[in-house]
């Protein structure tokens, strides 16, 4: 196409931007084919514009819109003309016939200069002496075709040409607009009812999480179906007793009260309408008229009022079939298909739902109960008793009992008949126990065979005694299990609510107290806290009690405190330090259980067990630690002297001379002197198999140089009393000096303990100690963070 003068250029751009904005105040494509059509006829000047626009089948155009000029004559010559609609002449025009048909068939535009000689050119009228088509075009798709005839020859130029096509683009992209926001509002209005059903969806998925209980549940399931459809009369059937009744878990009807909605045995010749659509498996949508006949043909029966719609859907299978129904009583709103649909599409879901929340039910259960004996589990009855003695302390009721009951020889039973046996016996005690509480009182099963008992409303120190005695009677009796009679008892220890209780827990702490004590006076017994002495109230019993089963839980854990070297400032060692992560009295430190065990002879055996932790540790850690470390293990004066703690070490040396190597006992003064003999000849032998012994906590107790030449020592732990006085002249700093001198002489390594401020460790250094460990360098360290914190300081 030739290039446009400027005038023709400006006049072009005039009359398609004028078009652009007048257009963008038209709603619908009918509006715009009529303007665009005028506009032609009336800024072009042409005799006639016709817009034709594509039909359905896309392979034939239909005339949309026309105008042409209509001319009036005065006395012979033209004075006026008007536009006029020619739109009401209808006509088809199949693709590639005449100028219209081709130009839409190649979607390119025809300029006619001389329809005669035009090839093909169908003469409808022989006063047409030239034709321009242009098609409507969107990205390629044909919408129409605009076409003009005149009755001159060569009357259609390029102008006409470029400004017709621009026309047409403008008004492609509007009629494209409109169709895709006419199509964008139905897809709106769809998206709008699909993100109905989706929210709804969410929000049966959520239930679970936001209900406590299952009726709590079942109401907001209500409130959900409500938001999609009329669920003022709404209920949930389930199938229970393997199909054989209907159970109503929920139900809300204006008319019927609950009576209605009681569980319905199910007659298979006589079904209700729930059992109808359930014993059908489909979906249903009954009017009035539909149940009537139903009835009348005594198809199903109805409890209750009839509905106008009653609309059911079944959801599940087997065991956790169910159905949800809608009913309305007005004519005023009767359900529809879509309403079926709905309920159909969202059915599956409720299912997932009810089955969720039941399972969470069940695991609400499990965590507050026991699994063997139903019975409430530690976590509930610490809930009750709180509540109880918080009711207590606010003078809401005078008192509460806690008996904690253990079941005597309940190992020996398990060990001679079986852990099933052990089993049933926990359930028949806790049988015969239920049936001498009274409904305010709670049983609890607390573990293993203890149990423990919250009287709680009216009680006083005879109605105390008359249960628990009661209680012994109960149990004291023979247990018939697997055709066997089962003697046993139980000892029970007993603490009462008083002014000066300190707490719930407290409470439960002093009758498992007491319950010990019980078992101290012959089984079979109850003891009142309260009535106990003094010494007897300390938890010495209960920690030698307890002690074999914790070594055999594994409730002793280590803790690592890391030992620097002063002049490199890297970690070389660690003291692995003892707790008891009790079970009842939680993590117990050292200071509290030891000179109980050294009381009771126990202590050996911690010592074995602490040593076999820290060679245990020690292989598991061979992959990062460094030759030259070295683990320490605190023996007390008991163990040391032992044949099994130095056997055991001999036997690992042996195994792994690399891991024992890494080995540093530690001991006390004490055990210096109190068998000497026995205590050199072992320092001999850790010495032949090359483990490290360190002298532990030098200065507090029978301090004297002379040991560190009477014995084979590589290390000496100096007191944490030394280190305390380090910011103060004194003698003991004078003493200090002098002994990290005399050391250095014997070639024995000092280690500084208790370092907890910078100018102690760097007075420390000052003075020549060899090694140092305190909370300034770091604190006991779990394992995990012990292996954090070497790495970090080696890196």
Not at 217 to 241: P, S
Not at 268 to 292: C, V
Not at 374 to 402: E, G, M, V, W, Y
Request: charged letters at 25%; glycine letters at 4%.
């Amino acid at each position: 196409m030739s290039e446009l003068s400027k005038s023709e250029t400006i006049k072009s751009l005039t009359i398609t931007n004028q078009f652009a904005t007048d257009i963008l105040l038209l709603n619908t494509p009918s509006e715009i084919w009529q303007y665009l059509a005028q506009n032609i006829v009336e800024k072009l000047g042409f005799e006639d514009a016709v817009i034709y626009t594509l039909d359905s089948g896309g392979m034939t155009l239909s005339r949309m819109s026309g105008f042409d000029k209509k001319k009036s004559f005065n006395e012979g010559e033209i004075s006026t003309s008007s536009i006029r609609d020619t739109s009401s002449n209808s006509m088809i025009i199949p693709f590639n016939k005449g100028v219209i048909g081709k130009v839409a068939a190649t979607k390119q535009p025809i300029l006619v200069k001389d329809t005669r000689e035009f090839e093909s050119y169908i003469v409808e009228d022989e006063t047409t002496l030239s034709e321009l088509a242009v098609p409507i075009l969107f990205q390629q798709q044909l919408l129409g075709v605009i076409d003009s005839e005149h009755a001159r020859v060569n009357f259609y130029t390029e102008y006409h040409l470029k400004t017709l096509t621009a026309l047409a683009t403008i008004t492609a992209m509007k009629i494209s607009q409109i169709i895709k926001v006419d199509g964008l509002e139905e897809v709106i209005e769809n998206l709008e009812y699909a993100n109905k059903i989706q929210d709804a969806l969410f929000e049966i998925a959520e239930i679970i999480f936001k209900t406590k209980n299952i009726d709590e549940f079942y109401q907001y399931l209500h409130q959900c179906i409500g938001r999609l459809t009329l669920a003022k009369n709404f209920f949930v059937a389930l199938l229970k007793d393997d199909g054989q009744t209907i159970d109503f878990p929920y139900a809300i009807d204006e008319f019927d009260d609950s009576s209605t909605f009681t569980s319905i045995n199910i007659d298979p010749n006589f079904l209700s309408i729930t059992g109808y659509a359930l014993a059908k498996d489909q979906p249903f949508l009954f009017y009035e008229e539909d149940i009537q006949k139903m009835l009348d043909e005594k198809a199903i029966y109805i409890r209750g009022n009839i509905p106008k719609a009653w609309l059911g859907v079944p959801f599940g299978s087997g065991i956790n079939k169910g159905i949800v129904v809608v009913q309305s009583y007005s004519t005023e709103f009767l359900f529809q298909e879509k309403d079926k649909q709905l309920l159909m599409f969202v059915a599956k879901h409720i299912n997932n739902a009810i089955e969720r929340m039941e399972a969470k039910q069940k695991l609400q259960f499990l965590a507050l109960h026991d699994p063997l004996t139903n019975l409430p589990n530690r976590s509930l009855f610490k809930d009750r008793t709180q509540h109880a003695f918080l009711h207590c302390q606010n003078n809401r009721q005078d008192n509460i009992a806690i008996l904690f009951i253990d079941v005597d020889r309940f190992k020996q039973i398990n060990d001679t008949y079986g852990h099933h046996v052990g089993d049933k016996l926990l359930i028949g005690i806790a049988q015969a126990i239920m049936t001498i509480l009274r409904n305010t009182d709670t049983l609890a099963r607390l573990g293993g065979d203890e149990f423990a008992i919250l009287l709680d409303g009216k009680i006083d120190y005879e109605t105390i005694c008359r249960i628990t005695e009661s209680i012994l009677v109960a149990t004291a009796s023979a247990f018939n299990i697997d055709s066997l009679n089962i003697f046993s008892s139980v000892s029970i220890g007993i603490a009462t609510y008083n002014n000066s209780s300190e707490s719930a827990e407290q409470l439960l702490i002093d009758a498992d107290h007491a319950m010990y004590q019980a078992k101290l006076k012959g089984r079979n017994q109850y003891v009142f806290f309260e009535a106990l002495e003094e010494q007897n109230k300390s938890t010495n019993v209960k920690v030698e009690y307890d002690f074999d089963n914790a070594v055999k839980n594994s409730e002793f854990v280590g803790n690592y405190q890391p030992l620097i070297d002063f002049d490199s400032g890297k970690v070389i060692g660690a003291e692995i330090l003892v707790r008891w992560q009790h079970p009842k009295l939680g993590l117990l430190y050292p200071d509290f259980f030891i000179p109980i065990l050294e009381k009771s002879g126990q202590i050996v055996q911690l010592d074995l067990y602490m040593l076999k932790l820290a060679v245990s540790k020690l292989n598991l850690w061979v992959d990062w630690l460094p030759k030259q470390f070295k683990l320490s293990v605190n023996v007390s004066t008991s163990g040391f002297a032992s044949k099994d703690f130095i056997g055991y070490l001999q036997d690992q040396h042996l195994i792994s001379a690399d891991i024992t190597d890494r080995l540093c006992v530690e001991i006390t003064e004490e055990s210096l002197i109190l068998n000497v003999d026995a205590v050199k000849n072992h320092l001999d032998i850790l010495k032949s198999i090359n483990i490290s012994v360190a002298l532990d906590d030098f200065g507090t107790g029978f301090s004297s140089l002379s040991y560190l030449h009477q014995f084979s020592l590589d290390f000496l732990k100096i007191d944490k009393s030394f280190v305390d006085d380090l910011n103060a002249v004194n003698s003991k700093v004078l003493i200090l000096e002098a002994v990290v001198n005399l050391a250095k002489s014997l070639n024995i390594k000092t280690t500084a303990e208790g370092i907890e401020t910078v100018e102690q460790y760097q007075k420390l250094k000052e003075i020549g100690c060899d090694l140092g460990q305190g909370y300034h360098i770091a604190k006991p360290l779990l394992e995990s963070d012990f292996k954090r914190f070497f790495l970090n300081r080696v890196s």
